[in-house]
Each structure stands twice: as C-alpha cells, then as structure tokens.
T-cell receptor, first 114, second 112 residues
Framework: AQSVAQPEDQVNVAEGNPLTVKCTYS??????LFWYVQYPNRGLQFLLK??????LVKGSYGFEAEFNKSQTSFHLKKPSALVSDSALYFC????????????FGKGTRLSVIA | GAVVSQHPSRVICKSGTSVKIECRSL??????MFWYRQFPKQSLMLMAT?????????EQGVEKDKFLINHASLTLSTLTVTSAHPEDSSFYIC????????FGPGTRLLVL
C-alpha cells in the first residue's frame, strides 16, 4: 500500500530565507509524486509533480522539489520565502500519473514571518 | 490550468436533511472525478471514485447509501449527503481527472 509521511506539522521560516518542507513516501512500484498547497477554506492548488526524468522538478510560484529514490523522499523547496507562501502544504503519491486517487500526507503548515 | 468549481461553497443545514454538492469541470471533460473529505487540521481522505455513466466506487468505511454520488455527464458529478448528522460536518473536496487531478475549491458543510 502507498503511504506518505510529512514529519513536520509546522515549519517556521523568516521571509527571504530558504524553506524546505519534508516528504517521504512508500510505494510498491514507481511513484508519481505531487505537491499541493491549500489556503484557508480553499481547495488544493497544484504546485508540481514528478513522473520521470530529472530528479529536480520546478513548479509554480518558484517552488521546486527533489526526488531522491534512495531516500524515498520528495522535499519541497524554495530559495527565498515570501509571507504569501504561508499556507498548508500537502505531499501526495499515486502509482500512476495521477489518474488514480492520490494518497496524501497529513500536511505541513508553513508560516513565513516578515 | 483546468478549472473546477463546486457549489455551494458552504452550507448549513438541520440534522436529518439532505444536502447536494455539485462538482463541475468548467473547461474540460472529466471521465473520472474523485470525492475527498477533510476534517479540521487533518489530511484529505478519499471517499469515492466517480466514473461517468457508471456506479461510483466507494472506499472502505464510506456508506454508499448515505453519500450518494451521481456522475451524469462528463462535466458534472454530485455528492448528496442524505439524512445529514452533525458528525457529517466536514470540508468536502472534489477533483477532476484531466491528465492530472485538478481540485475544486471545496464545500464546507455544517450540520446543526
């Protein structure tokens, strides 16, 4: 069975500093990995996905994520955080390219402090 | 990117009533739609997979007679919470499959 772990409930970072939101996964085959962001009382917005190819994936709003097969990780990163990045971030995995239901991590709340 | 809408965005109802939530893909057709439920400060949990023209597939523990799903067209799926109770209060989110999954803005249901 697939599973996703986001070990941090909360990440605090100062504006302008780099940020990392951690994600590790467990699947029986080749993973398809996703990051979504959720603002209060809103649905999920797609940030980026890894299907195959380059391990470093670039997405929306300056975010990127690095797929590390040996560590089964897919950490979300941004070189310089903005206050407007404060939100709830979800990592998700599926066994096919998103056309099966996603299994989500519990989410990590990011707070960027001015 | 692809746009998905949900209606209503929030609803308050009395215990025992039924509530219908609509999920529409606005600029694409979606053979498959998914319904998720999110409790406060928790992750999204899949409730069911909705395929156009066929019966929905429900996840274990989700009562199909309580959460009725109809996917009558390639752009519309509905979730009806029948005889709602306070424990059904939650945030319901749909997603539409179009290469990847695009999520609706969610519907917050409060049952009094």
């Amino acid at each position: 069975a697939q599973s996703v772990a986001q070990p941090e409930d909360q990440v605090n970072v100062a504006e302008g500093n780099p940020l990392t939101v951690k994600c590790t996964y467990s699947v029986s085959g080749n993973p398809y990995l996703f990051w979504y962001v959720q603002y209060p009382n809103r649905g999920l917005q797609f940030l980026l996905k890894y299907i195959t190819g380059d391990n470093l994936v670039k997405g929306s709003y300056g975010f990127e994520a690095e797929f590390n097969k040996s560590q089964t990780s897919f950490h979300l990163k941004k070189p310089s955080a903005l206050v407007s990045d404060s939100a709830l971030y979800f990592c998700a995995v599926s066994l096919r390219s998103g056309n099966t239901p996603l299994v989500f991590g519990k989410g990590t709340r990011l707070s960027v402090i001015a | 990117g692809a746009v998905v809408s949900q209606h209503p965005s929030r609803v308050i109802c009395k215990s025992g009533t039924s509530v219908k939530i609509e999920c529409r893909s606005l600029d694409f057709q979606a053979t498959t739609m998914f319904w998720y439920r999110q409790f406060p400060k928790q992750s999204l949990m899949l409730m069911a997979t909705s395929n156009e023209g066929s019966k929905a597939t429900y996840e274990q523990g989700v009562e199909k007679d309580k959460f009725l799903i109809n996917h009558a067209s390639l752009t519309l799926s509905t979730l009806t919470v029948t005889s709602a109770h306070p424990e059904d209060s939650s945030f319901y989110i749909c997603s539409c499959l179009f290469g990847t999954q695009y999520f609706g803005p969610g519907t917050r249901l409060l049952v009094l």
